[in-house]
């Protein structure tokens, strides 16, 4: 059982960055896809970005390619969102999640584990 813990949200002005963490408690998790997805208030949980095991291959939502930027250290079982250029519809729930699959995993169905997430909040 793989657990997640996600770290980094705030509060922070509109232009603004963060950088979110995801800390992974078994190395298995090097071997699996990750991903980040947020749930803004009143909304069902969105796709964010994803990322392969090894780092090679991402994939964003278009909201916010450009200025989200996924990577990961698997030597410290840890998963990173740098968030740049942040506006107020970014305000939301982060939530890491691992997949038992290796590569890129758009789809909440195939991700098998999920951090509690972390608050975002963007201010006009």
């Known amino acids: 059982q793989v657990q997640l813990v996600e770290s980094g949200g705030g509060l922070v002005q509109a232009g603004g960055s963060l950088r979110l963490s995801c800390a992974a408690s078994?190395?298995?998790?090097?071997?699996?896809?990750s991903g980040w997805f947020r749930q803004a208030p009143g909304k069902e949980r969105e796709f964010v970005a994803t990322?392969?095991?090894?780092?090679?291959?991402?994939y964003y939502a278009d909201s916010v390619k450009g200025r989200f930027t996924i990577s990961r250290d698997n030597a410290k079982n840890t998963v990173y969102l740098q968030m740049n250029s942040l506006k107020p519809e970014d305000t939301a729930v982060y939530y890491c999640?691992?997949?038992?699959?290796?590569?890129?995993?758009?789809?909440?169905?195939?991700?098998?584990?999920w951090g509690q997430g972390t608050q975002v909040t963007v201010s006009s």
């Open positions: 078994e190395r298995t998790f090097s071997n699996y896809g």
């Open positions: 990322i392969n095991w090894s780092g090679g291959a991402t």
């Open positions: 999640a691992a997949s038992k699959l290796s590569g890129i995993v758009l789809n909440t169905l195939y991700y098998a584990y």
